[in-house]
């Protein structure tokens, strides 16, 4: 269940808007903030606030990027792999990464810290290579940066 | 600085955007005042009209003509979408121009709102550009508070509501109808037109959707007439500047604002730094992902959409992406093969299952694996993209192509050697 105070939220976003289900990505990615991904109940009670049924919604859900619908760390990773960043040596940095957070490209770090996924160009490409980690990038990737950014986000997380 | 003359970079500034009360110095929101004070909608329509703006969202289609075909009877409310998606790679100048100018781009939503009578205004962002969409999100809320936005603007009869739609995060939702299917909260597939959006668009009502680019340009025109603005450009079919943005293997990759027309040689080597050391000029893509590789011969040519047209190519959004003598063309086209793959929607035949097919045959041959054969194969299945229901297909067949038509021979050393030649 939703926090009292995250769903009034919800509901005055929908009350606001011209049909309930225009809201559907906004209310799936503040829920997804809240529980870490949309599980199965998080869809049924977002289509219950959105006057759509779990498939409909499941629809959009699988379609975009950004919605989880399956368990993801506390960070998750989205590394470019698109024209420039494959250019500027992605393949070589996401080796770097799979080996320093023991994981394969879609898996979760055994810490369960860290969930690694490709994406494709963030219009970052003047600071190419590039990842993006919960809403913040990280540009002009180099093996040091990398180590130097998960060895932060560890600490952060240990400190918490 | 730029020897050019700068209209929407003019207040660019190094780590933030420009103020709500340095644009309104510089003469921001006059224009918005003077139209809602002395324009009709015509009035507007006929200066960009006369002005000669093209969408710069990649197809450079007449931005006044596409208002003009919003229906006089059409039914209220009305529309307008500011396409800010912004997925193809290479592309990041509508995230610069948010980051240097936010206003320039709220008061041309408000003047083209006001042209076709819209009442609601969405600005379309992508994810990961959250920060973009942040900082629209509080300049917007400063515009209302300072009259050029909410109920009767500045004490006239036109109201203007703006807002934030920050996206899921799908290439195919920056095409226009794809977009207006995400705006709805529906699945994001393209509709075929007719009808057009500008009939029928969101919730069945007149839209029309514009990249924020375009939009941006329209306070310039009207504060400036169309003369200048024409002025600003080298070439006469493609008036006003051109946000630039260019990446890849060049020594200060960057957006740059720099007049419609200039030479493909001078953005690279003069504004982009030329080449990086050790590296050789190879091929571009001069307008994106879904253009196709001009090679060293063309690179004189104009940036502009007819001088582009004229050698066969396109210039699309203007993201030129520069690749070297050490790149691997066929590995290239394999990683952007593999985007449009990805990407696309899954709802016609020859994307969602073409696509793969053309990224199996050109894995093939850069892992040492291709046969003679596949050549002419890929070549009739670029062909049968433009079967597709809308222009990702076609645009994903753009690089391909032009691989078979440019570098043949470096196709034919993998096939040979059994290995990509760059290994
Ligand atoms: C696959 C695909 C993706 C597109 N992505 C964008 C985009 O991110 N931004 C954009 O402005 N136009 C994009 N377009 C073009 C839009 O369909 C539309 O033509 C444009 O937004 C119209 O604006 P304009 O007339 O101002 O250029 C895309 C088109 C296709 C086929
Ligand atoms: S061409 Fe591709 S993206 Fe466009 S409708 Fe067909 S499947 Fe979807
Ligand atoms: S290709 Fe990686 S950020 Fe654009």
Same mark, same amino acid.
């Given at each position: 269940?939703?926090?009292?105070?995250?769903?009034?939220?919800?509901?005055?976003?929908?009350?606001?808007?011209?049909?309930?289900?225009?809201?559907?990505?906004?209310?799936?990615?503040?829920?997804?903030?809240?529980?870490?991904?949309?599980?199965?109940?998080?869809?049924?009670?977002?289509?219950?606030?959105?006057?759509?049924?779990?498939?409909?919604?499941?629809?959009?859900?699988?379609?975009?990027?950004?919605?989880?619908?399956?368990?993801?760390?506390?960070?998750?990773?989205?590394?470019?792999?698109?024209?420039?960043?494959?250019?500027?040596?992605?393949?070589?940095?996401?080796?770097?990464?799979?080996?320093?957070?023991?994981?394969?490209?879609?898996?979760?770090?055994?810490?369960?810290?860290?969930?690694?996924?490709?994406?494709?160009?963030?219009?970052?490409?003047?600071?190419?290579?590039?990842?993006?980690?919960?809403?913040?990038?990280?540009?002009?990737?180099?093996?040091?940066?990398?180590?130097?950014?998960?060895?932060?986000?560890?600490?952060?997380?240990?400190?918490? | 600085?730029?020897?050019?003359?700068?209209?929407?970079?003019?207040?660019?500034?190094?780590?933030?955007?420009?103020?709500?009360?340095?644009?309104?110095?510089?003469?921001?929101?006059?224009?918005?005042?003077?139209?809602?004070?002395?324009?009709?909608?015509?009035?507007?329509?006929?200066?960009?009209?006369?002005?000669?703006?093209?969408?710069?969202?990649?197809?450079?289609?007449? #931005?006044?003509?596409?208002?003009?075909?919003?229906?006089?009877?059409?039914?209220?409310?009305?529309?307008?979408? #500011?396409?800010?998606?912004?997925?193809?790679?290479?592309?990041?100048?509508?995230?610069?121009?948010?980051?240097?100018?936010?206003?320039?781009?709220?008061?041309?939503?408000?003047?083209?709102?006001?042209?076709?009578?819209?009442?609601?205004?969405?600005?379309?962002?992508?994810?990961?550009?959250?920060?973009?969409? #942040?900082?629209?999100?509080?300049?917007?809320?400063?515009?209302?508070?300072?009259?050029?936005?909410?109920?009767?603007?500045?004490?006239?009869?036109?109201?203007?509501?703006?807002?934030?739609?920050?996206?899921?995060?799908?290439?195919?939702?920056?095409?226009?109808?794809?977009?207006?299917?995400?705006?709805?909260?529906?699945?994001?597939?393209?509709?075929?037109?007719?009808?057009?959006?500008?009939?029928?668009?969101?919730?069945?009502?007149?839209?029309?959707?514009?990249?924020?680019?375009?939009?941006?340009?329209?306070?310039?025109?009207?504060?400036?007439?169309?003369?200048?603005?024409?002025?600003?450009?080298?070439?006469?079919?493609?008036?006003?500047?051109?946000?630039?943005?260019?990446?890849?293997?060049?020594?200060?990759?960057?957006?740059?604002?720099?007049?419609?027309?200039?030479?493909?040689?001078?953005?690279?080597?003069?504004?982009?730094?030329?080449?990086?050391?050790?590296?050789?000029?190879?091929?571009?893509?001069?307008?994106?992902?879904?253009?196709?590789?001009?090679?060293?011969?063309?690179?004189?040519?104009?940036?502009?959409?007819?001088?582009?047209?004229?050698?066969?190519?396109?210039?699309?959004?203007?993201?030129?992406?520069?690749?070297?003598?050490?790149?691997?063309?066929?590995?290239?086209?394999?990683?952007?093969?593999?985007?449009?793959?990805?990407?696309?929607?899954?709802?016609?035949?020859?994307?969602?299952?073409?696509?793969?097919?053309?990224?199996?045959?050109?894995?093939?041959?850069?892992?040492?694996?291709?046969?003679?054969?596949?050549?002419?194969?890929?070549?009739?299945?670029?062909?049968?993209?433009?079967?597709?229901?809308?222009?990702?297909?076609?645009?994903?067949?753009?690089?391909?192509?032009?691989?078979?038509?440019?570098?043949?021979?470096?196709?034919?050393?993998?096939?040979?050697?059994?290995?990509?030649?760059?290994?």
């Amino acid at each position: 269940m939703l926090p009292a105070e995250i769903k009034e939220t919800l509901l005055q976003r929908i009350a606001h808007a011209i049909h309930p289900r225009e809201q559907a990505i906004d209310v799936m990615t503040i829920m997804q903030s809240h529980y870490g991904y949309m599980s199965d109940e998080a869809m049924e009670e977002a289509g219950g606030l959105l006057d759509m049924t779990p498939l409909e919604l499941e629809e959009l859900a699988t379609f975009y990027n950004f919605i989880y619908r399956r368990p993801v760390g506390r960070y998750v990773l989205h590394i470019c792999d698109s024209t420039v960043c494959w250019m500027n040596g992605h393949e070589s940095l996401l080796q770097h990464l799979c080996t320093l957070l023991q994981v394969e490209m879609g898996g979760t770090s055994p810490d369960g810290l860290f969930t690694l996924l490709p994406v494709c160009c963030l219009g970052y490409c003047d600071h190419s290579p590039a990842m993006i980690i919960n809403q913040v990038i990280y540009g002009d990737l180099t093996r040091e940066k990398i180590d130097s950014v998960i060895h932060k986000l560890r600490e952060q997380a240990h400190a918490s | 600085m730029s020897r050019y003359p700068q209209v929407l970079f003019q207040n660019r500034k190094l780590k933030r955007i420009n103020t709500l009360e340095e644009y309104c110095q510089s003469g921001g929101y006059q224009a918005l005042a003077d139209v809602l004070r002395e324009y009709t909608p015509q009035g507007v329509c006929a200066a960009v009209q006369e002005a000669g703006l093209r969408g710069r969202g990649g197809a450079g289609f007449p #931005a006044a003509k596409k208002w003009e075909s919003v229906p006089a009877d059409g039914a209220f409310p009305r529309f307008l979408v #500011a396409n800010s998606d912004e997925m193809e790679p290479g592309t990041f100048k509508d995230r610069v121009l948010i980051h240097a100018e936010p206003h320039t781009i709220i008061e041309g939503i408000a003047i083209a709102a006001y042209t076709i009578q819209a009442s609601k205004a969405f600005i379309f962002v992508r994810p990961n550009y959250e920060g973009s969409a #942040a900082i629209l999100e509080r300049e917007i809320k400063r515009a209302e508070e300072a009259g050029y936005l909410g109920r009767r603007i500045l004490g006239s009869d036109f109201s203007l509501e703006i807002i934030v739609h920050l996206s899921g995060g799908r290439y195919i939702c920056g095409e226009g109808t794809a977009l207006l299917n995400a705006l709805m909260g529906k699945r994001p597939n393209p509709i075929k037109p007719p009808p057009y959006p500008t009939v029928k668009g969101l919730w069945d009502r007149p839209t029309v959707v514009n990249n924020i680019e375009t939009l941006a340009n329209v306070p310039h025109i009207i504060r400036n007439g169309p003369d200048w603005f024409k002025g600003l450009s080298l070439v006469e079919k493609s008036p006003g500047t051109k946000l630039f943005c260019v990446s890849g293997k060049v020594k200060s990759p960057g957006c740059f604002e720099l007049p419609m027309g200039t030479p493909l040689r001078e953005i690279i080597e003069e504004h982009a730094g030329g080449l990086l050391e050790g590296s050789e000029f190879k091929a571009c893509l001069p307008g994106g992902a879904s253009t196709r590789f001009l090679i060293p011969e063309q690179l004189d040519v104009r940036m502009d959409f007819d001088s582009m047209g004229e050698i066969g190519h396109r210039m699309g959004t203007g993201a030129i992406i520069v690749f070297d003598q050490k790149t691997c063309l066929v590995g290239a086209t394999l990683n952007l093969i593999q985007f449009f793959a990805r990407e696309s929607c899954g709802w016609c035949t020859p994307c969602r299952e073409g696509l793969p097919y053309l990224r199996d045959l050109l894995w093939r041959i850069e892992n040492g694996e291709g046969k003679e054969e596949y050549i002419p194969t890929i070549r009739s299945m670029c062909k049968d993209m433009w079967n597709s229901f809308c222009a990702l297909a076609p645009g994903a067949a753009s690089p391909v192509e032009s691989l078979l038509t440019y570098f043949e021979d470096e196709v034919h050393e993998h096939i040979v050697q059994r290995k990509c030649p760059f290994q």
